[in-house]
């Protein structure tokens, strides 16, 4: 089934549903992504859950009539869509810039979130970016938005990687639209530092599913509750890159949040 639900700021964010059951699975892409990144896990998944599949605004299907690209808003997105469904207990599954929406989500769906999936966005959680070497990093996009994005997503894959998917991702999010694009990324590396906050304020079982290079800080995850599973041979998009291999540490992932729940 498909969806839209209007977000706070009035703004259609689409989503689909398939299958049965909770905790429901709800998944949210990364920057200049959308709900599809998901497809391999929504037709595994729904065979034995309700899964759940977000377009953030400005994104796949979703309306992009907003001017505040932060991250709390994207995670208000998430909210619209589990408060439109009513459901009453989710594990939300995010990945890159969906690590922080679902924390901001988790946030406001207080008592309903079992657990939280993260899938490649940190590696450490003991030290950030300064505001000048974000900026430094964000001025190459301003300037010319789709090099910047096609030499930055290339570099994310591993070197195993299919070339044609790599041809697609990188064709698919340079060609997103610039004036959301590069204040969601700005935004999304601003959210580091307030993360091992939010991680104390919820207290949640959280899982991340990281690709085994570059290496992971396990010791800074696990002092903020985070437990890490490795996918060797993966880049950034293991959910692509390697579905079936990733499907069982999202698995193993969901089992271990519901086990630590209980």
Request: overall charge negative; glycine content about 6%.
């Amino acid at each position: 089934m498909q969806g839209l639900a209007a977000s706070a700021d009035g703004v259609r964010i689409a989503y689909e549903t398939r299958g049965l059951g909770s905790p429901a699975l709800v998944f949210v892409h990364g920057w200049c992504c959308s709900r599809r990144h998901w497809d391999f896990q929504i037709s595994a998944f729904a065979q034995s859950a309700l899964v759940v599949a977000i377009d953030l605004a400005g994104h796949g299907e979703s309306a992009s009539n907003r001017e505040n690209w932060s991250i709390a808003r994207f995670g208000n997105d998430v909210t619209t869509v589990v408060d439109a469904l009513e459901l009453q207990d989710v594990i939300l599954i995010g990945h890159s810039m969906g690590v922080d929406v679902v924390l901001e989500a988790a946030r406001e769906l207080d008592g309903r979130v079992h657990g939280l999936v993260w899938v490649d966005q940190y590696t450490t959680l003991s030290a950030f970016m300064t505001q000048q070497s974000i900026q430094q990093r964000v001025d190459p996009f301003r300037a010319h938005f789709v090099d910047a994005t096609h030499a930055f997503v290339r570099r994310m894959f591993a070197p195993t990687s299919d070339p044609l998917l790599i041809d697609h991702v990188c064709q698919s999010m340079s060609s997103a639209p610039e004036g959301i694009a590069v204040p969601a990324l700005e935004a999304t590396w601003d959210h580091g530092p307030s993360v091992p906050g939010i991680l104390a304020e919820l207290r949640l079982p959280v899982v991340t599913i990281n690709a085994a290079s570059p290496p992971t800080d396990t010791s800074s995850m696990r002092r903020n509750g985070v437990e890490v599973l490795l996918m060797p041979g993966a880049g950034h998009f293991p959910m692509l890159e390697r579905p079936r291999e990733f499907n069982l540490c999202l698995s193993q992932a969901i089992q271990r949040i519901s086990s630590r729940r209980q």
